[in-house]
């Protein structure tokens, strides 16, 4: 290169790049937000982001895990709520990406809609001048008109459903020429599977704002009201309002169970009471998997036991407990752990009883156990503990568990004091703390009651998500053009045929079109091989 050209070449500025401005940056980031690229990583940062509410207690379902963590963790616990890690589903950066996902899809698919819009309405694409570069073609040479030929190959393509064609017709070099396309309903399906992605991120987003959940446990013979406070447990979402719960009681009036001679269960029932505002109360039966509507909710069996009804007195002779005390089964003989919680004692020292209750107690020298779940010969095994329940420490507790961290187990010779009771029998606690009398057995049950009010929507939407993407997958997209000339007197045909993608249905769907002008009538053709284009 001349020395002149490379000075003159050097001493010129260099290009001056265009500036995107702010109108460009905000474009270049919503084209950029809106491609499938960036809905897809959005779609598993949402999975990440979801974790740590499946490893960590999360404060709307269980605030006392929360509380325990934190007791717990006090260095690491307290910088975790600040980030919301204890109520992930509410906190910013989870709603963020859910909303940043959503704005995705709505921008993908959008346009989408508008460009498959008019591909519905335009024409087929135009007939391709060279029928040899198509792997998949044919010729027919028919004795029939070129006139009775299309219309034989249109009646083919624009027969019925399913294997409809768009059909146009034309004419090009004095040849009758057909362009038909099939396949539309594969970008249809596309589009509707999106949109009901979409429709879906929104019905999940409504069940969890306005869902509720809750739980109780009612002793035959007694009842439960449907309001917040009257629930053991009780999970709402963000815009739950409480005074939109249907104020309907229900009151269980027996729960059966029936086992096998081998402890197999055979049935569960339980018989309530319903009665909602305005109506007549009504017998019910709610089963295993066979739930009770009422309220705009539904009222499931999820478990049941025994509720020993017991009378505390202290060492004063004062009533300190009574009632049903709920015992969990812990097995399928219905070895049911329980507690008893004294806290009113008049010498101003709590109380707490735990023990087992054997439903058909069976007691050798090694130990009691229960041998079936049926209350055949039920025993109380109880332990006694004495001092403070940490009722008063502001922590929520479990109602089914005993903290003995500040407690201390009544012990006589240095072994502690277990005792058993039966049904109506009256036994003195040990240490003088006072007696404890076994009224009677009732049973209870465990119902839980869901309101969630975009299950209808979340299960359209995912059946319309199925169908769409199946009618993606399966519906081939095809394209058949069919070229017709008069050739001394004979009808030459020409087909050629084209699938987006590997198709090995396209050989047969030609050869369909190509039966229907051999049916016509076939000559000798006297030039041999495909179509020139002439």
């Known amino acids: 290169m001349p020395t002149d050209l490379v000075d003159e070449m050097s001493s010129q500025a260099p290009p001056e790049l265009p500036r995107l401005g702010v109108v460009g940056w905000l474009r270049w980031t919503w084209r950029q937000l809106t491609s499938m690229r960036v809905a897809l990583m959005l779609l598993m940062l949402l999975a990440l982001v979801a974790v740590p509410g499946s490893v960590l207690p999360q404060r709307p379902q269980d605030p006392a895990a929360v509380a325990r963590y934190l007791a717990d963790n006090p260095s690491m616990g307290p910088l975790l709520d600040r980030l919301g890690m204890f109520d992930v589903y509410a906190s910013a950066w989870f709603s963020a990406v859910y909303l940043l996902l959503f704005v995705s899809l709505i921008g993908c698919i959008v346009p989408r809609i508008g460009l498959h819009v008019r591909a519905l309405r335009a024409r087929p694409p135009r007939v391709p001048r060279r029928f040899e570069r198509f792997a998949v073609r044919d010729e027919v040479v028919t004795t029939a008109s070129v006139d009775d030929a299309v219309a034989a190959a249109r009646e083919a393509l624009a027969g019925g459903f399913p ?37 879906l991120l929104v019905a999940v987003a409504a069940g969890q704002l306005f869902h509720y959940r809750g739980q109780a446990i009612v002793v035959e013979g007694r009842g439960f009201a449907n309001s917040v406070t009257d629930y053991d447990t009780f999970v709402a979402g963000t815009a739950f309002d409480p005074g939109s719960l249907v104020p309907f009681t229900m009151t269980l009036d027996r729960l059966t169970a029936e086992f096998a001679p081998d402890t197999r269960p055979r049935d569960f029932r339980a018989d309530v009471t319903v009665r909602e505002p305005g109506d007549d109360p009504r017998q019910a039966t709610i089963r295993v998997n066979h739930p009770l509507t009422v309220g705009g909710a539904k009222v499931y069996l999820m478990g049941n036991g025994y509720a020993p009804d017991l009378l505390v007195r202290d060492a004063a002779g004062e009533v300190a407990f009574a009632g049903p005390v709920p015992f969990l089964p812990e097995d399928g003989v219905y070895t049911s752990r329980g ?26 020298e090694a130990g009691a156990r229960s041998v079936h779940p049926d209350p055949a010969a039920p025993v109380l095994v109880l332990t006694v503990w004495t001092g403070d329940l940490g009722l008063d420490t502001g922590v929520p507790q479990n109602v089914y568990e005993l903290d003995t961290s500040r407690m201390t187990q009544v012990v006589e010779s240095g072994v502690p004091v277990t005792f058993f009771v039966e049904p109506g029998q009256t036994v003195d606690l040990p240490g003088g703390l006072g007696s404890l009398e076994w009224r009677g057995l009732p049973r209870f049950a465990a119902f839980d009651l869901r309101h969630d ?22 519906t081939p997209r095809r394209r058949i053009w069919v070229r017709a000339r008069d050739l001394e007197g004979r009808t030459v045909v020409a087909f050629a045929a084209l699938a987006r993608g590997d198709d090995l249905g396209l050989p047969h769907e030609l050869e369909r079109v190509t039966d229907a002008v051999r049916a016509l009538g076939v000559a000798d053709a006297q030039e041999g091989g495909p179509d020139d284009g002439r």
Do not use: C, M
């Not at 070099?173 to 596309?190: I, K, V, W």
């Not at 008893?340 to 007691?363: C, M, R």
């Open 339 to 364: 507690v008893v919680k004294v806290p009113d004692v008049s010498t101003g020292e709590q109380i707490g009883i735990v023990g087992y209750l054997l439903p058909t107690a069976e007691v050798t």
């Open 163 to 199: 294997r409809r064609f768009r059909v146009a017709d034309g004419v090009e070099d004095g040849a009758r020429t057909l362009s038909a396309e099939r396949g539309y309903l594969r970008e249809t399906g596309n589009i509707v599977f999106h949109l009901a992605l979409v429709g």
């Open 453 to 474: 009010p975009a299950l209808g929507g979340v299960l359209g939407f995912a059946i319309a998500a199925l169908v769409g993407l199946a009618v993606s997958l399966f």
